[in-house]
């Protein structure tokens, strides 16, 4: 269990007087000889949930060489897909994106350059789980405070449209931040806009979409 106010669990709650952050294993994927975990994050806030990435919920041909290991979020007896009140999208590759169409009908947060570039570039993504039926996305230019203390921010550099998601809990800032950083040394030494963005935002903790734990800054690590 790391800091109280972000407390991990596999069944997140909605009784919550400070906004916590739950991580969820969704998938695993093969990538240059290892397994990566591919994790999606609830917020669970005093005026809603929010889920943060879908993961993904069926295998492509497209993505066969990386061995998916799926445990969607569909086949978990643990968590309520009905009580999710909106649904913020980092970036729409496909690992990001491809349980989009389990919440048809609600609000899923995307940069609108983000949205462009999902449905108009090639190989960028696969595309059919983008626009799955019944999506309905809320194109975002720029910062948007989603819910009290609860922001999304532009984090352009995995992809131009990359957001983040900044989560204000017992006074300190937590960052959901997909893949505007894959490993701890990126944030370490920041090499993108997106990543100096995060850093510039002095953040308790970042939690990255292919990381167990959460990137803490080197003086919390060292203490």
């Known amino acids: 269990m790391g800091d109280p106010r972000t407390e991990k669990s596999e069944g997140p709650g909605r009784e919550v007087s400070l906004p916590t952050i739950t991580p969820v ?33 069926q295998l492509h041909p497209a993505v066969k060489d990386m061995d998916p290991q799926l445990t969607p979020l569909s086949e978990r007896t643990d968590f ?11 970036h729409l590759h496909f690992d990001h994106c491809g ?27 696969i595309r059919e789980w983008v626009d ?23 984090t352009p550099g995995h992809t131009r449209g990359s957001q983040v998601v900044v989560v204000e809990t017992g006074g300190r800032s937590v960052v959901i931040a997909g893949d505007t950083a894959v490993f701890f040394d990126e944030l370490d030494d920041p090499r993108t806009e997106g990543q100096r963005l995060i850093r510039a935002l002095a953040p308790h903790e970042v939690w990255l979409s292919h990381q167990h734990e959460p990137w803490r800054p080197s003086s919390d690590r060292d203490a």
């Open 25 to 57: 294993l969704v998938a695993e994927l093969l990538a240059d000889g290892d397994r990566m975990p591919v994790y999606v994050h609830v917020i669970d806030h005093p005026d809603g949930r929010v889920l943060v990435d879908t993961g993904m919920t």
């Open 80 to 90: 309520d897909l009905a009580g999710v009140d909106a649904v913020v999208n980092t």
């Open 132 to 154: 799955a039926p019944g999506v309905q996305y809320v194109p975002v230019d720029g910062t948007l405070e989603l819910l009290p203390g609860v922001r999304l921010v532009p």
């Open 99 to 125: 349980g989009n169409h389990l919440f048809a009908g609600t609000p899923v947060y995307v940069q609108r350059t983000e949205l462009d570039d999902a449905r108009t570039e090639d190989d960028y993504t």
